[in-house]
């Protein structure tokens, strides 16, 4: 019992289970991409803002949004907040796209495992090389001896 991981419990017995499982990868992969994408146009929208008030005077008012409330601070108080959110959104920016790069893995290893080739609409296999990542047309084919 203490050979056995977690994983090989829950290996999918059918072809329906595979599918679903396949997926299901392919979903969170999907959700990361679009959490990371969100992410940086925040990011984006953060340094337009640190680069619009920077060059200001530190004493001049400036309003900020805090959770729906609109509050009356100093630029020298809200530009080091501003700076120190935008860190925070780099760094969750930086370990979604290891979570993606592990599930890209993960999503590697179950194609192989199970054999899974995904197909153009016109039948022509795509190799590695030329598979879009995200993409979400294709026929999800299983073994030839099945």
Known sequence: MAGISGSENREPINEQEVAAKYGSIRTEMN???SKI???E???SEHSLVINAIQPLDPARRCYRMIGGVLVERTIKEVLPAVQQNKEGIEVVIARLNEALE???KELT???SKYKIRIRKN???SMDDN???EGSTQGVL???ANA
């Open 31 to 33: 959700n990361i991409y």
């Open 37 to 39: 994408t969100e992410l």
């Open 41 to 43: 146009m925040e990011a």
């Open 102 to 104: 592990r599930k890209k």
């Open 109 to 111: 290893d179950f194609e």
């Open 122 to 124: 016109d039948g022509e």
């Open 130 to 132: 030329s598979k879009k």
């Open 141 to 143: 084919v299983g073994p």
